[in-house]
């Protein structure tokens, strides 16, 4: 498998080793039973809670697949949403759904996308690529269960003003910036253009995203709602922008208001205590929250945030 290479040199394990409920849950969802299994390891990193495996029917590799297996009931109930989801789409930038077996640990089964390239870097082409997947996304009929996305849309910001110590431990800032930038910030929020019937993934980032055969393949679909038609790519710039990636505004000019509330939106969460089902995700928004609030002060015309 992998070229030739031996199950041992490339992290691959025998499938029996993994846990037996587990295994019966996979191969009730793909239809064959897989003989080896290694960790898929994003870049992000992973939990236990939400084990995510390649798994293939021997070394050979004739056939493999990417599973997921909902280990507490909040990934469980992601994994859930996401099947529901996938059942409901169509489109050539969803990768393929292999199958599905539900219980107290479901397994969702997708094709396996280990060959794609994963970003960063980020190219150009890669940037035109996503943005191309966002407005064939936007372009696709939503399934008829998904709502409209529902936000206070300032309350962000008023959170950060009712205890800004959490914001303020980051040190994106100072106490002197924010108490002068907050409401500008506030009032541009407000006035963001959140609301829509357009179809949004909602979580548009590297770690979700592959490019195979010159296209872009979304993947983690338990967010998707109905939104504005810009909402999507405001909430990816910030991280494109992290990885090495153009500045926000060069993609999407004049979204003040969207820029002030994807940065409340990750200004007001990254100081919180991690998420023991998602461990991944504070310091994806940290990250997230320190190109976010400069993106902001820029399109509001307030000064640069001095750190603090």
Not at 50 to 58: E, L, N, T
Not at 107 to 113: G, I
Request: with cysteine; glycine share 10%; aromatic share 8%.
């Amino acid at each position: 498998m992998d070229g030739g290479r031996t199950v041992a040199s490339t992290g691959w394990r025998p499938a029996s080793g993994l846990p037996a409920g587990d295994l019966v849950a996979i191969e009730r969802a793909l239809g064959w039973r897989p003989a080896v299994a290694r960790p898929a390891t994003l870049a992000r990193g992973e939990a236990d809670t939400a084990a995510r495996w390649i798994v293939a029917d021997g070394s050979t590799g004739t056939r493999s697949a990417f599973v997921k297996v909902g280990a507490t009931s909040l990934t469980a109930d992601w994994i859930r949403t996401e099947h529901r989801n996938y059942g409901a789409l169509r489109g050539w930038f969803l990768p393929e759904v292999l199958g599905f077996a539900d219980g107290e640990r479901p397994v969702l089964a997708l094709e396996d996308l280990s060959d794609a390239a994963w970003p960063p870097p980020w190219t150009d082409a890669r940037v035109a690529d996503v943005l191309e997947a966002v407005r064939a996304i936007g372009a696709t009929t939503a399934p008829g269960h998904l709502t409209p996305l529902e936000y206070d849309q300032p309350s962000d910001w008023r959170a950060v003003a009712a205890d800004p110590a959490p914001f303020l431990a980051l040190g994106l800032c100072t106490a002197s910036w924010l108490a002068a930038a907050l409401g500008a910030l506030t009032q541009a929020a407000a006035d963001a253009p959140l609301t829509g019937r357009t179809l949004a993934h909602l979580d548009i980032r590297s770690d979700n995203l592959c490019f195979r055969a010159g296209r872009a393949v979304v993947i983690d679909w338990n967010h998707a709602s109905l939104a504005g038609p810009d909402l999507d790519i405001a909430a990816w710039l910030p991280s494109l922008h992290a990885e090495g990636g153009p500045p926000p505004e060069a993609i999407l000019p004049e979204a003040a208001g969207l820029a002030a509330w994807v940065a409340g939106f990750f200004c007001a969460r990254a100081g919180d205590p991690p998420i023991p089902d998602a461990p991944h995700v504070r310091p994806l928004q940290i990250r997230q929250a320190t190109t976010a609030l400069p993106w902001a002060a820029r399109a509001l015309g307030l000064p640069e945030p001095i750190a603090g």
